[in-house]
């Protein structure tokens, strides 16, 4: 190896300067505007994550720095995007680009016309969507790479961690705009060091970030200093250094919004924020996390239900438990009088027949889509009083609940995601009492916290087709909730609004 390869080897900035590396367009790399890259591409933390605004040259970043951890640090490669179009896109319309206007790129990747796979000398970069799990099993990998993590499928993204399973210290970079608080790539931003990019005001030589609206002058449209409010140039926003929030982290984290982009102007941005809408705004310029009103059941909506005291019922009330199957069975009790007074979890169904023994007119709602032989021998053991619940629509009357009759008697149909919403909904308005205080609900609350409510966006029109509510993380008690309401609403004596007159103090409990 010579010492220009010595040196390439060495480093990905020597690299680029050595070989002359040029975009899909031709053109050759350039820093000057995009200097807040610099640091990325440099970077070989393994553990790495990007929330940025879009088009800021994130992606060919990537599939350079790919091909170079590829050939120079001999690592077999996942990258990932949210579809396969996107994968034949984005190999027809920048990956087989990038390569043909680079000879030493051409040198390295012998199978040019493969969309799916490169081979780079003896390691391989696989392109794959998340649009199905069979994907994520297929190839080995030390390095995974996610791009689009917002919209791309998360419990896909998480099995693809699998195929690290099998190298010590396997590498997870991810990057993508973000949608939601704590969902996608704002999940491990949240793990990271959290970088800012800090510039120094040529005028008072104050050390800052940019951020809205303190940064830009409405009336002159234009950046200004925080500290002394002097005009900033671009100059001022195009020199400047990355800065961690925490330290000892277990992520290399940046954020990266067009306010720091010196070929965007303050005018374009005072104008996306006249015409876009606030989640545009959020997501795609300031590449932040949107928290709408209607996006997430927050921490503060449902610890409102608190009572600050117990109260469990007797066992001559009747009460509703729903089970949530999988690994574990999670479960929630409840009736109409007290709302949810316990929750928890059980290795096997000795708990529940418990409850079902202690409440004799107990009825439980199990999820029939986990454990199905399971949840089959729980339904037989206590007939009449245990229900199984299949998500689905019915599309002839559209009800939020079908129960079964004559050979279907038993079971229930349940719409998913109008359940997701109509539970969200009720704990905002105070409807579903928890009886005790925070820490008794904390762990409830991690499960609700890692549910989200998306766009669902046709692909072929671009036009908005319903939500869809997303886990990002274990959901089960917050789905063992589901299946509570769903039995409520046919057992707890009332209608899909039950619990209707409202905590009248929430440190009292509910009044009926």
Avoid at 26 to 41: C, K, N, S, V
Avoid at 92 to 107: C, D, L, T
Avoid at 383 to 396: Q, T
Avoid at 467 to 487: E, M, Q, Y
């Amino acid at each position: 190896m010579n010492l220009k390869e010595q040196l390439s080897a060495r480093s990905l900035r020597i690299f680029i300067e050595n070989y002359g590396i040029k975009n899909e367009q031709g053109l050759p790399l350039e820093f000057h505007d995009r200097r807040f890259l610099l640091d990325i591409y440099k970077d070989l933390n393994p553990l790495q994550v990007v929330m940025k605004a879009p088009q800021i040259g994130l992606t060919t970043l990537m599939t350079v720095k790919s091909l170079w951890v590829a050939n120079y640090l001999k690592k077999d490669i996942i990258y990932t995007l949210p579809t396969q179009s996107d994968v034949q896109g984005m190999a027809a319309g920048s990956i087989n680009r990038i390569v043909a206007q680079n000879p030493i790129f051409n040198e390295w990747v012998k199978d040019h016309d493969s969309v799916e796979s490169k081979r780079v000398g003896s390691q391989t970069i696989h392109y794959r969507g998340t649009w199905t799990g069979k994907q994520a099993m297929m190839v080995p990998s030390q390095l995974n790479i996610h791009d689009e993590v917002d919209a791309s499928k998360q419990d896909i993204i998480e099995q693809y961690e699998t195929r690290l399973q099998a190298q010590a210290n396997g590498w997870r970079w991810y990057f993508s705009h973000p949608s939601l608080p704590d969902y996608g790539v704002d999940k491990w931003w949240q793990l990271s060091d959290q970088k800012h990019w800090f510039i120094t005001c040529s005028h008072c030589e104050e050390l800052q970030y940019l951020s809205w609206p303190e940064s830009i002058d409405k009336e002159r449209r234009a950046y200004i200093c925080k500290a002394c409010k002097g005009i900033l140039s671009d100059d001022d926003r195009r020199y400047g250094h990355w800065y961690p929030k925490y330290k000892d982290k277990q992520f290399s984290g940046y954020w990266v919004s067009q306010l720091m982009c010196p070929w965007i102007s303050a005018d374009k941005i005072l104008n996306d924020f006249m015409e876009k809408t606030p989640e545009y705004f959020t997501n795609y310029v300031l590449g932040l996390p949107y928290s709408g009103g209607d996006s997430k059941l927050t921490q503060q909506m449902l610890f409102q239900n608190l009572t600050g005291h117990p109260d469990v019922a007797d066992n001559t009330e009747r009460i509703v438990i729903g089970i949530d199957t999988g690994k574990k069975l999670d479960f929630v009790l409840g009736n109409t009088r007290s709302g949810l007074f316990h929750h928890g979890d059980a290795q096997d169904y000795g708990p529940l027949n418990g409850f079902m023994a202690r409440w004799p007119s107990a009825i439980a709602i199990i999820d029939a889509g986990g454990d199905f032989i399971g949840a089959q021998k729980f339904y037989e053991q206590w007939p009449g009083r245990v229900f199984k619940a299949y998500a689905g629509e019915d599309r002839k009357n559209n009800e939020l609940f079908r129960w079964g009759e004559k050979n279907e008697q038993g079971q229930v149909i349940y719409d998913l995601n109008r359940t997701w919403q109509l539970c969200v909904d009720e704990f905002r308005n105070r409807l579903i009492p928890l009886q005790g205080e925070e820490g008794d609900w904390w762990e409830y609350w991690l499960d609700w916290k890692n549910m989200s409510r998306i766009k669902v966006i046709d692909d072929k029109t671009g036009m908005l087709k319903g939500i869809k509510w997303v886990r990002n993380g274990r959901n089960h008690r917050a789905s063992a909730t589901l299946f509570w309401r769903i039995g409520m609403d046919k057992f707890g004596g009332g209608t899909v609004s039950f619990l209707s007159s409202g905590l009248q103090n929430p440190k009292k409990g509910y009044e009926v």
